[in-house]
């Protein structure tokens, strides 16, 4: 059975860090995690990858302040948010690619003073 658990988000105000973690059970073959955010009324906006052969890319809109690492000895993947700003607020969903496309259930991040 598939899981995704995802944990960190929070309250925080701006300029404060947070971190966000992912770990995925019951899913072979892993060919990327990443991390996505999402508004009522938006979109989901991509923020990170990695891939499982190293490879990261990140959001103009986050690069420089976020950072996606994983431990794949746990099957979990992390997001750094450094220096968050208001407008940082939003779920933040996990995403795990694998012959399927996974997503959980997603997690609420509000930056506000």
């Known amino acids: 059975q598939v899981h995704l658990v995802e944990s960190g988000g929070g309250l925080v105000q701006p300029g404060e860090s947070l971190r966000l973690s992912c770990a995925a059970s019951g899913i072979t073959s892993i060919s990327s995690m990443g991390w996505y955010r999402q508004t009522p009324g938006k979109e989901r906006e991509f923020l990170a990858v990695?891939?499982?052969?190293?490879?990261?890319n990140y959001a103009d809109s986050v690069k420089g302040r976020f950072i996606i690492t994983r431990d794949n000895s746990k099957n979990t993947v992390y997001l750094q948010m450094n220096s968050l700003k208001p407008e940082d607020t939003a779920v933040y969903y996990c995403?795990?690619?694998?012959?399927?496309?996974?997503w959980g259930r997603g997690t609420q991040v509000t930056v506000s003073s």
């Open positions: 995403n795990v690619r694998s012959q399927y496309n996974y």
């Open positions: 990695l891939t499982f052969g190293g490879r990261i």
